[in-house]
């Protein structure tokens, strides 16, 4: 049970450090030459419209979601670390789990996003941060799932 949270939580982290620095898509066109990480690239998904065009509220949205992936995984983590000290260690692993399970939805989306993307300002490839961010965030949401189990 403590191994599965160790694995959760350190998946977490990597979750974490793969969403703020590392290249989540690479520019093309006018942006070549530059990399966005996770939140550049939710600040270019809300300001500019790059990646989903006309769809002010699409972008918008997957903004905001891009935006509750770092926050979705430091909760999962706080989950994890104080999981047992709370009355109900189970339903705490399990909601961690649930949260940690947002990355991959949220890289998934932005991944669509990024190959569905109108013009040419960006490369139609998710970025090694996207990747990573969307295996690590699904690891810890098996392991803190896992964790849960008795």
Do not use: K, Q, Y
Request: positive net charge.
């Amino acid at each position: 049970m403590a191994m599965w949270r160790l694995v959760a939580g350190a998946s977490n982290i990597l979750a974490l450090f793969a969403f703020g620095r590392l290249p989540w898509a690479a520019g093309a066109g006018p942006l070549a030459e530059r990399h966005f990480n996770g939140p550049g690239l939710a600040r270019l998904a809300h300001n500019a419209d790059v990646l989903l065009g006309d769809a002010h509220a699409l972008a918008a949205a997957l903004s905001l979601a891009l935006w509750a992936t770092p926050i979705a995984l430091i909760a999962a983590l706080v989950l994890l670390i104080g999981a047992r000290w709370t009355n109900s260690p189970v339903l705490a692993s399990r909601l961690a789990a649930l949260l940690a399970g947002l990355a991959p939805c949220v890289a998934a989306l932005a991944a669509i996003a990024l190959l569905a993307a109108p013009g040419d300002a960006l490369r139609r490839a998710p970025g090694i941060g996207l990747l990573l961010c969307a295996a690590a965030g699904a690891l810890s949401a098996l392991a803190a799932w896992r964790s849960a189990a008795r």
